[in-house]
């Protein structure tokens, strides 16, 4: 190209422990590398360590008019701007990529109203903010603007095909991307012991590793009952993230019987001594586009279980590099606690989870992108 593609990239707001925001703050380097010149529109700058940023901050309240405050200026600075490509991660009709990191909204819903009671069925029915998320949803894949979608695993790129009047050819799968120096190995070692040690737990014990915000989409109680089910005094299960309902969860554990094993530990930014304490990392999602805990779990050396309904399933290699369970099954994933146990600390099970991490690489996945925007 004669000069450098101006790219914009749009994500409302940075939280340290999301995985999505990580996600975007490590892939805009990775764009620069690959050639692009990447400007950020987001309400606030802090956080993101992005070179250019265009911020929009309009006045709301709620969450509803949140969003939609947010997608009107956002559009507004983007058409002044005048980008090459604007690429977004968030719902917004009119963007020219979107990046659908955050799955299908009215899957999740499906996915949720199967196993609600019916006042939590009759609240999704009537939450104004499912509406508007599923309307601006469909209006943005069906928009003529669009031109390509980001999915993060062919589960998402197949939920979007069945879901809207969209041709196949515009949806393209790019994995997540994983910083494979950050997330290393070696790093499990150097950490590996004081880790441990601020959890209390003694060398034979085996600790299970969930992380991720929003405990019910996460499977956290499916995850509590497999490892009361288990039955081995030496399983733990380390929990970081947040949960405006965590209450529940205690509850959930101490009635259990397993409370004494089950910590809690809050949001971390830094999420490396909890890998290096892990023996294995468990994510037994409802409903889950594309983890990057998964991918950097992996990457650190760490086998994993994943849910059938994660797109991180279709990276896992079965009884090699980790284990694919089901949704809500907790007997099912008590067992593969088990094989899990039995099979973690073998070496060459490390060693593959580390090769399949090393194929989803950060810049690998940039200069996928950067490919799909010079056939754009």
Not at 225 to 246: K, M, S
Request: net charge positive.
């Amino acid at each position: 190209m004669s000069r450098r593609l101006r790219l914009a990239v749009v994500r409302q707001r940075y939280n340290p422990f999301g995985g999505a925001e990580r996600f975007v703050a490590r892939s805009l380097s990775a764009l620069e590398r690959a050639g692009a010149e990447v400007t950020l529109i987001t309400r606030k700058a802090d956080g993101w360590g992005a070179r250019r940023v265009l911020r929009v901050d309009p006045f709301h309240l709620g969450s509803v008019w949140r969003d939609r405050s947010f997608a009107r200026a956002a559009r507004n600075a983007w058409r002044r701007e005048a980008f090459d490509i604007v690429q977004s991660h968030e719902r917004i009709p009119g963007c020219d990529v979107y990046r659908a990191g955050d799955g299908v909204h009215r899957r999740w819903l499906e996915v949720r109203r199967s196993q609600a009671a019916l006042l939590e069925r009759l609240g999704i029915a009537l939450n104004p903010y499912h509406r508007y998320v599923c309307t601006a949803e469909q209006q943005m894949f069906e928009h003529p603007r669009l031109r390509a979608v980001i999915c993060n695993s062919r589960m998402v790129r197949d939920e979007i095909r069945r879901a809207f009047r969209i041709s196949p050819d515009k949806l393209h799968v790019i994995y997540n991307g994983v910083d494979l120096e950050h997330f290393h190995p070696r790093e499990r070692e150097r950490l590996r012991g004081a880790a441990r040690a601020e959890l209390g737990c003694q060398p034979r014990d085996t600790v299970f590793l969930h992380v991720g915000s929003g405990f019910a989409r996460k499977g956290l109680d499916t995850a509590i009952d497999a490892l009361a089910a288990a039955g081995n005094e030496a399983f733990w299960l380390a929990v970081a993230g947040r949960d405006r309902d965590i209450e529940r969860f205690r509850e959930r554990a101490k009635s259990s019987g397993v409370s004494r094993r089950v910590h809690f530990l809050g949001g971390r930014e830094d999420v490396r001594p909890l890998y290096a304490a892990a023996d294995c990392f468990i994510l037994p999602s409802r409903y889950d586009p594309f983890p990057n805990t998964a991918l950097e779990a992996l990457a650190m050396g760490l086998p994993a279980i994943v849910s059938s309904r994660c797109g991180a399933a279709e990276v896992i290699e079965p009884g090699v590099s980790g284990w694919v369970c089901e949704p809500d099954d907790a007997p099912g994933l008590a067992r593969l606690l088990k094989n899990a146990d039995a099979g973690i600390h073998d070496e060459r099970m490390r060693q593959a989870a580390r090769a399949n991490a090393e194929r989803f690489g950060v810049d690998a996945m940039a200069r996928q992108l950067a490919e799909l925007y010079a056939s754009l």
